[in-house]
């Protein structure tokens, strides 16, 4: 598979030399065979990034074949990762070839690198390895599974693991997380945040709205994805519509944190609504019960409501 890639991506670079060895009667049409099939992709970004990048022509076709081979958005690659100009087709397969090394597939790459393009020019050494050593050694990733942690979090490959990812883990861990299967395979993203930036101003934020520091560490325990909940787009508007328009209790909030996982708009003033509407008699509908069940569970809550209105 690798060596399959590897000539898909480096064609252009073997057939750019042989035709330099060549008389120049015959490298004429092998520029052209390559101008050919390089008009044949789809053009969206790459048409604009050709017209502003004075470096030579053919490397950059090159490069913009390769990645795209892989399904990888060449144009915003480029953007992104502007490392990614100077950056040779031999460096970039070894990249590959590594990470392909660590069970990563061929299918896998078109998502990875673009989701994160700054892969492609990471150092091997200093850069790659650390991350799957840290995933052995730190959080008990059997090399088999180091295909399903990348792929559900490919930031893992652009985090430090001395400045990122073991001060993170050890906070984690101080706050009350000790189950790394669940950080390794299900809340990896909480790795890859700002302690300072992301999660220390979450946990201020459900202190300042009159939870206990006890409270809030069992409610991100339980819920840890509300770490990872915007302040302004998630939890002010949810909280307010929660306490304004429901009368809600902090109690009940503490019991089901998981309210704020879900949409305001789609779900929670909907189903809110429907139940003030059809529950005349003001019965109390548990929160969980409002936001958890399904639609055919829901439209049975609702004629029991109405029911006992009755």
Not at 140 to 157: A, D, T
């Amino acid at each position: 598979m690798s060596v399959a890639l590897h000539s898909l991506c480096c064609a252009h670079t073997t057939s750019s030399s042989t035709s330099s060895s060549s008389s120049s009667s015959s490298s004429l049409p092998t520029q052209q065979k390559t101008q050919t099939n390089f008009s044949n992709l789809s053009t969206k970004p790459k048409t604009l990034l050709l017209q502003k990048i004075p470096i030579s022509s053919d490397q950059v076709k090159e490069k913009i074949l390769c990645l795209e081979i892989m399904g990888v958005d060449s144009g915003k690659a480029l953007s992104v990762n502007p490392f990614l100009h100077e950056a040779t087709l031999d460096s970039i397969h070894q990249v590959i070839r590594f990470l392909q090394s660590k069970g990563i597939q061929q299918k896998d790459m078109g998502r990875i690198f673009g989701m994160c393009p700054r892969i492609l020019t990471s150092n091997i050494k200093t850069d790659l390895a650390p991350v799957f050593q840290f995933l052995s050694h730190d959080l008990n990733v059997p090399s088999q599974n180091y295909r399903r942690v990348i792929n559900k979090n490919p930031r893992l490959l652009v985090s430090s693991v001395r400045d990122q990812l073991k001060p993170t883990l050890f906070y984690l861990q101080r706050l009350g997380f000790e189950d790394l299967e669940a950080l390794a395979y299900q809340d990896s993203i909480l790795l890859v945040s700002s302690v300072e930036n992301t999660l220390l101003p979450k946990l201020d934020y459900l202190q300042s709205i009159g939870f206990s520091k006890d409270d809030v560490v069992g409610m991100v325990l339980r819920c840890p994805s509300l770490l990872t909940f915007s302040i302004e787009n998630n939890y002010k508007p949810k909280f307010g519509y929660y306490m304004e328009e429901m009368g809600g209790s902090l109690e009940e909030l503490k019991e089901f944190p998981q309210y704020f996982t879900f949409s305001l708009e789609k779900r929670i003033k909907l189903r809110h609504k429907e139940i003030v509407k059809a529950n005349a008699s003001g019965i109390k509908i548990p929160l969980g019960l409002m936001l958890k069940s399904t639609e055919d569970e829901f439209r049975e809550l609702i004629v029991r409501c109405k029911s006992n209105a009755g």
